[in-house]
């Protein structure tokens, strides 16, 4: 953990100190005022969730190609930080609409798509748990085709009349707002980099402790 | 056609044949599913027709449930039979490309769904004074182009699952959130259909999604089949 220890007191600092003081002292959007400001954290999360299936599914593809450990941990650990970041964006983005749209849910395609990927990776997660003995290579089946299957939810859902701001949105940003926002994505790659290396860390432990236990029995 | 490809769809056709000839003979899996996609519909009956009058655009969803559900019926029976039997490792050892038994499975499956359909289509039009069949060919089109993405998918997560703990619990939850798209489109081109006035072309829309999806899945079960299966 030592070797971690610095990155992680970055991380730390960025975001819950410098991203913080950033947020409030960028200036209110003129339509929404405060509400506008979960953008810095909602945006960020849900561009997260829709990455990480695919570093979960190219270390699938590894692991099915090369049968490497490590690509194997990647894999469960970009799925499992997929449910969380999906949880992050799922929680804040109601909050938002609620004061923006004046319901809570809509089904328009990013938000459908980012439920449907949230619960893609939730299955994952469950099968790595009570698949039993090799369900290694079936959630590696399973990560590829949810890396598949992203743009396809997008584009069936796609079709029906959206409500969502588009992507063109970020690039349109004034320029104060935009320092912010890409502040705070970086924070949360940071983030998502952190909690990756310490997730898959953590799984290399266990298999060390596993190698262990049978050598001693053996 | 060249001699490997030739050969390969001998091999399809040969698992294809070998799964219709146990159904022919038992027809557990037939009777089974037609019945639970029958009483399906009838519970949808039951539950959204009032005096007559069904909730309106509620059919084409019934019918893309009922497909589903007897689905996963039918593709959890038929690989707990080969694993029962032992034969699954059989058919695992037969000196045969991997792909070309993984087409033929879906294909027998395919074949079993489609016959589920043919009662589906009229007991939905039937019970729910839906239009179904006023436009025939991009009715069929949907549906055959929807129940090969779902079984594509499906063939190769109930053979993955075949061998796994808690596998009937795991087939629907890793089935349907991965076949959402597929139902996305087959529920949307049926509403499509219809309407009073039938838009056929949001219909044909979906079809052509659904064909590429389906060539998409089919592809890469294909490739992920023979690594995902070695012991």
């Known amino acids: ?218 | 056609m060249n001699a490997s490809m030739s050969q390969f769809l001998r091999v399809a056709w040969i698992v294809v044949k070998k799964d219709l000839t146990v159904e022919v003979r038992s027809r557990e899996i037939l009777y089974t599913t037609l019945f639970f996609s029958v009483s399906c519909v009838l519970v949808f009956a039951i539950a959204f027709v009032r005096q007559g009058r069904p909730l309106s655009d509620a059919a084409a969803g019934i019918l893309w449930v009922a497909v589903q559900f007897s689905g996963t019926l039918a593709l959890g029976r038929t690989f707990e039979r080969e694993r029962h039997t032992e034969t699954l490792r059989a058919l695992m050892l037969a000196p045969a490309d991997r792909p070309a038994i993984y087409l033929g499975k879906l294909l027998g499956i395919f074949a079993l769904l489609s016959v589920a359909e043919v009662i589906l289509l009229p007991a939905v039009t039937l019970l729910f004074r839906a239009p179904l069949l006023a436009r025939p060919l991009p009715m069929i089109l949907l549906l055959v182009s929807g129940t090969i993405g779902f079984c594509a998918v499906g063939t190769l997560f109930a053979a993955m699952l075949a061998r796994a703990r808690s596998r009937d619990v795991l087939l629907p939850v890793l089935l349907y959130p991965m076949t959402i798209p597929v139902m996305i489109g087959g529920v949307m081109g049926t509403v499509a259909l219809t309407q009073p006035e039938p838009q056929e072309a949001l219909a044909w829309f979906w079809i052509n999604l659904l064909v590429f999806w389906d060539v998409v899945f089919i592809t890469l079960s294909m490739w992920t089949f023979d690594p995902l299966m070695t012991e």
């Open chain 1, 1 to 218: 953990m030592r070797k971690l220890f610095f990155p992680a007191v970055v991380v730390t600092t960025v975001m819950f100190i410098v991203v913080p003081i950033l947020i409030v002292r960028a200036p209110y959007e003129s339509t929404m005022g405060l509400v506008q400001k979960i953008f810095y954290f909602h945006v960020p999360g849900g561009m997260l969730l829709l990455l990480s299936p695919f570093v979960c599914g190219i270390a699938s593809i590894r692991f099915l190609m090369t049968q490497s450990r490590q690509a194997d941990r990647v894999a469960l650990a970009a799925a499992e930080l997929t449910v969380l970041f999906g949880v992050l964006t799922l929680l804040t983005g109601p909050l938002w609409a609620r004061k923006a749209w004046g319901v809570w849910w809509e089904w328009d395609p990013r938000l459908t798509t980012s439920l449907l990927t949230w619960m893609m990776f939730v299955a994952y997660v469950l099968l790595r748990k009570y698949g039993g003995p090799g369900s290694e290579k079936l959630a590696a089946g399973l990560g590829i085709f949810g890396m598949a299957n992203v743009p396809f939810v997008y584009k069936s859902v796609d079709v029906w009349r959206t409500l969502h701001p588009k992507t063109s949105v970020v690039p349109s940003l004034p320029p104060v707002m935009a320092s912010v926002f890409w502040s705070a994505f970086v924070a949360f790659c940071f983030l998502y980099g952190l909690l990756l290396v310490t997730r898959v860390r953590l799984e290399r432990q266990r298999d060390e402790l596993e190698r262990l236990y049978l050598e001693l029995e053996g």
